[in-house]
Structure formats: structure tokens, C-alpha cells
């Protein structure tokens, strides 16, 4: 009877549905960005909008390690959501305290052979996202890749592993080959800066390859053997003025391994290989860049490739006895060993050197990465600050290690750049951190740049650590350009793009406690504008230094203005200007 009455009430009754597992999932952060993930026939994708619009296309997402293939037939087991707040300080870098907001979404997901979490975060000024494995693996693929229109424009680096071509300016569509990190693009008003964050040696670096309809993640090694976690895919969008100024890749790496920072010192750096490639073997000529940074008030000399231990010893107390600190560069393989690494940099450390510049690792492979971990883990314990020569790029690897100061990665001044390669650098490879370029070449290198332009180098460019590039009589011969540049700190509380363009103009304002230093840089002959807005309400003094009708010295000019007014200045092809602005009193003639 029972049976019956079931069989009644199945047919009177109305169907209800079984309840379907969700196949899409919206990330969306504080701002203007969301994160979109879909399972579409057992595989994944993840696309990013900007206030509604794509940004980058549904693109592929998963991995696959030596067990298991977790790029298809997936099927999603759970989500879960948070609030990442960050709050820390830097030594180096846009500005020296963050603070940022970040939704997080964890999505888990099963296949056949295997499980894993996609964690998405969407923040302010972008979207990342990472793969978390329930135990250590060995990765050998990533499906992770990203698609943007055919027709967007690109400002692409060619790879190789120390990162120092000339960025070339294509379309995503006419793009083939190989790319290194940071690669930009832009779609109408969006941009979007694809790079990496957050790797070390728990795995290897990557790049993007050119693959059908987008551009792939191609890790450096046939394999990885990874702790179960992996970088943050990091894509950072939004206007210019947003992607060229984004903390991101800080934001989402690991957070300081040490607290006591009081020995970490930024600072500017009088350097004489380029000018003088023998000059490092010299004892008595690196008196003499000793002499002039002291002369200056720079912070250091960097001793180059070729310095001797039989009188480095000598100079360190000659230069510190001047209030200046000695740095010295090394060869990575110097430290290529746990032996080298206990014997070498205890030894320089011992002589009185601040800091080691380290060179000519190109690679971005796991094995390299771990020795990355390795000299920083000792010289942090050296209390030893590091510069990266031949290196890859930044990773958030100075929110990690707060010593380093700078990285090269950039086909700086060493390598004899053409001034039209300048402008790009500032809204590509410096937005992932600090980028020793080398500037102010005014008697060495191509002459292409003017005077003003490289003067207003150090101000376009952030480097924890500025090393400039010319010989103390080069900066002599042009005495108004030294005293601007004696000027500049090498930190900055705030940083703001007022002007500019990847292929035409950069006009940079950074600040350092109550004074402004702005920093424009031009391809074209055009008049350059600096929007005051950012200033408070008053009068403020305006001091510029432009060039002037020959190559000499640049011209010193003064204004009073206010935060209503703009400041515009002509300037030549490949031509440039810089300024200092301090609050206006009675009297004041000067920011000096």
C-alpha cells in the first residue's frame, strides 16, 4: 500500500530540480576590477574586466605534474572568500608605506587523478592568481595564459634571461616568439601589465610565448619541483596613470623575513666602470670617486669588476673616514657554493663593505632562483645589501628581502640604448620595482639624450640605490646639473604619472617629504606639461632645469606657483627637464 501511494504522489506531485553545481564564479575587488572563472566542459578559464568592460579574454587556466593532468575534466568541489588587507613599508620602491585591499576567492576543483585550488584576487589596480597543489608535486606544464584583442597594442621585451633587449612595439596579434615580464598592453582606455610575483626557488621563472589566440606561460626549467604552490599570475590593469604607479606585485608577495631594517640605507651611488672600464683596478682613481661623492654628499662608491683585496681594505676606511661607504661588485659564481657563501661575504663583510653588487646570473630557473634564496638569506644575515646585475626581474623580492635596493633587468645605459627606448621604461620594467638603469650619462655613452633628459633620469626612474653613470669631471664640467642631482633622494613617499605616453613622453612627480621633484623626458620635440593639482593650497617655488640652445650646462629657472597652475616646458627632441618644488616663504630663493 505504501508503495502505491508513493507511485501516486510522484505522479501528482510537481518535479523539483536537482540543484546544479555552479560553472562560474565572479571575483570582484575593491575597485574597478573583477576576475570572472569559468568550468566549461571540464576546463577552466579566467577573464578580467575593467568597470564592465574585457580587458583580457577568457583565457586558459590549470596545470599538469608527473600524476596528474589538472587542465581537463574538472569538476568544482568548494569556494571560499576573504578580505586580504595588507599594511607594510618598503625601503625601496613607488612609496615606502602601503596599504591595499583585495578580494580573494578560493575555488577547488577535482579531476581524475587529482585535486588543486585556483586562488583568485581581485584588487584595485588588478587581478592575480595562483595554484595551490594538497601536497608537494612536480609541475611540468601550466595551461595559464592570457588573451587580449588582436588588435591591442603591445610593448613587448624579446626574451632572454637577463632581460635587457629593447622592447619592441607591435600589436597582441603580430606578436610571435618568446617575451620576457613585464609585458603591456593596451585596449582603448585599459592597459594591462602581465608579469609574475611572488617566485622564488620553491619554483622556476617564466615567460610568455605567442600561442594561438593569446599568450602562454612557459615555465624556464621541463620541470618543477614545487612545494605545492606557485607565483601569483599577475595582471595588472587599469588607466595609465594606475598600471604605471601599481604596487602589485609587492602587494601580493611574501611579506618581510626580517624586522630589523635599521641597517638597510638607500642612497646615491658615484660608480666608474662605464666611463672608465679599467678604473675599478685602480686604487688611487677610486680615491678620487671616494673623494667626489664625498665632496657631494653622495652615500657610496661602488668598486666594479677588477678591485683588488689587497687595497680594498685600504679605501673602505679611506672613504668611510669621508662619511662615504664602499660596495663592491661580485661575480655570482663567487658565491656559488655554501663554502663561498661562508667564506666570501664574511670576508667583506669583515673589511667594512655595505653592500655586493652581484652579477651575471641570467637565468630564471628553479636552481637559480634557489641560489637567489640562498646569498639573500646570507647576506641578511651579514647585514649586507644587495644589487642584482644580469639578473631577472623583480618579484616583490624586496618586500621579501627589504636589503635589495635595485635590480637591473633593462637595457640600461651600459648597453647604449637609444633615447627612444627611454619613456617606455617607466610604464613597463620600473612598475615592477626598482630598475638600476644607470642614468645621467652626459659625456659617455650615444650623446642622443640631452642634458635635461638625463638629468631628469633619476626622477623618471626609481632605484633604491642610483648609480650614476659618468666620471666626476663629466658632472663638473656641468655644475648645474651636479647641483640638481645633489639634490635628489633616492626614496619616495608618493609617486604620480602627470603626462605621458609608453612611445612619446613620460612626466613623473615624486615626492619626498615636504618637497616635489618632477621629472619629464621626451622622443619628440614638444612642449612638456606638469598639471600641479597634487600640491596644497599656497604658493609653491618652482625650480627647473632645462637645457639650454647647445649641449652645455642646463639653465636654471625659478617660478612661484600654485596648485592651480600648470607647469609647461619646451623641450628638443629627446630633450627633457626637471624640477624641485618646496612651499613658498618670503625671501626663499632657493629648495636647496
Not at 600589436?171 to 593596451?186: E, Q
Not at 605545492?228 to 601580493?252: C, E, K, M, Y
Not at 677610486?286 to 661623492?293: G, I, R, T, W
Not at 645621467?440 to 648609480?467: C, D, M, N, Q
Request: aromatic share 10%; with cysteine.
Amino acid at each position: 500500500m505504501s508503495r502505491l501511494l508513493a507511485i501516486v504522489l510522484a505522479l501528482l506531485l510537481p518535479a523539483v530540480p536537482a540543484t546544479a553545481a555552479p560553472s562560474s564564479w565572479t571575483v570582484t575587488g575593491p575597485g574597478q576590477i573583477t576576475a570572472q572563472v569559468a568550468l566549461t566542459s571540464g576546463k577552466l578559464t579566467l577573464a578580467v574586466r575593467r568597470q564592465g568592460r574585457t580587458v583580457l579574454h577568457p583565457s586558459s587556466v590549470g596545470l599538469t605534474t608527473t600524476t596528474a593532468d589538472l587542465t581537463e575534466n574538472l569538476t568544482f568541489t568548494g569556494r571560499s572568500d576573504r578580505v586580504v588587507i595588507e599594511n607594510y613599508e618598503m625601503q625601496t620602491g613607488k612609496r615606502l608605506r602601503r596599504a591595499t585591499r583585495m578580494t580573494e576567492t578560493r575555488l577547488g576543483f577535482r579531476a581524475p587523478a587529482g585535486t588543486f585550488d585556483l586562488v583568485v584576487r581581485a584588487a584595485p589596480d588588478g587581478a592575480a592568481y595562483r595554484y595551490v597543489l594538497p601536497n608537494p608535486a612536480t609541475v611540468t606544464s601550466e595551461a595559464s595564459s592570457f588573451t587580449v584583442d588582436a588588435a591591442a597594442k603591445a610593448w613587448l621585451l624579446p626574451y632572454n634571461a637577463w632581460y635587457e633587449a629593447n622592447r619592441v612595439r607591435t600589436t597582441a596579434g603580430a606578436a610571435t616568439g618568446d617575451f620576457g615580464y613585464p609585458s603591456l598592453f593596451r585596449t582603448g582606455d585599459d592597459f594591462a601589465l602581465l608579469t609574475e610575483s611572488d617566485v622564488d626557488g620553491r619554483y622556476s621563472g617564466s615567460r610568455l610565448r605567442r600561442s594561438g589566440n593569446g599568450f602562454q606561460v612557459v615555465l624556464a626549467d621541463g620541470q618543477v619541483e614545487s612545494t605545492g604552490t606557485t607565483p601569483w599570475r599577475t595582471a595588472i590593469v587599469g588607466d595609465l596613470a594606475t598600471v604605471s604607479t601599481s604596487t602589485l606585485v609587492d602587494d601580493l608577495a611574501t611579506p618581510a623575513l626580517f624586522t630589523d631594517r635599521s641597517w638597510i640605507r638607500p642612497g646615491k651611488v658615484a660608480w666608474s666602470w662605464l666611463s672608465e672600464h679599467s678604473s675599478p683596478s685602480d686604487f688611487a682613481r677610486q680615491k678620487q670617486y671616494v673623494d667626489f661623492a664625498a665632496r657631494n654628499g653622495w652615500e657610496y662608491a661602488l668598486v666594479d669588476e677588477g678591485w683588488s683585496a689587497q687595497w680594498v681594505p685600504e679605501l673602505i676606511r679611506y672613504a668611510r673616514a669621508q662619511g662615504v661607504e664602499i660596495l663592491l661588485w661580485l661575480r655570482w659564481s663567487d658565491l656559488d657554493t655554501p663554502q663561498e657563501r661562508d667564506t666570501v661575504l664574511p670576508r667583506i663583510k669583515q673589511w667594512g663593505a655595505k653592500g655586493v653588487k652581484l652579477d651575471f646570473m641570467e637565468s630564471d630557473s628553479q636552481d637559480r632562483y634557489r641560489w637567489y634564496d640562498a646569498v639573500l638569506r646570507k647576506t641578511a644575515d651579514l647585514q649586507l645589501m644587495v644589487n642584482f646585475h644580469g639578473s631577472t626581474i623583480p618579484h616583490g623580492l624586496a618586500r621579501t628581502w627589504p636589503h635589495v635596493l635595485s635590480m637591473e633587468a633593462v637595457r640600461g645605459a651600459e648597453n647604449m640604448p637609444p633615447a627612444a627606448n627611454n619613456p617606455v621604461q617607466f610604464f613597463t620594467r620600473n612598475v615592477a620595482g626598482s630598475m638600476d638603469y644607470t642614468p645621467v650619462s652626459l659625456e659617455v655613452g650615444t650623446k642622443e639624450a640631452s642634458i635635461a633628459h638625463e638629468v631628469a633620469l633619476p626622477v623618471v626612474y626609481e632605484s633604491g640605490w642610483t648609480h650614476f653613470a659618468d666620471k666626476p669631471e663629466a658632472y663638473e664640467r656641468h655644475p648645474q646639473a651636479l647641483r640638481y642631482l645633489d639634490q635628489l633622494p633616492t626614496v619616495w613617499d608618493e609617486t604620480r604619472l602627470l603626462d605621458g605616453d609608453p612611445d612619446t613622453h613620460a612626466v613623473v612627480a615624486r615626492r619626498n617629504g615636504d618637497r616635489w621633484f618632477v621629472g619629464g623626458i621626451a622622443t619628440a620635440e614638444r612642449t612638456l606639461h606638469a598639471q600641479l593639482g597634487f600640491l596644497g593650497a599656497g604658493q609653491w617655488l618652482v625650480e627647473t632645469v632645462r637645457d639650454p640652445a647647445d649641449r652645455g650646462d642646463v639653465v636654471r629657472g625659478r617660478q612661484v606657483l600654485r596648485s592651480t597652475d600648470a607647469l609647461t616646458v619646451p623641450v628638443r627632441r629627446n630633450g627633457g627637464f626637471a624640477a624641485v618644488i618646496c612651499r613658498n616663504r618670503p625671501g626663499l630663493q632657493t629648495c636647496d
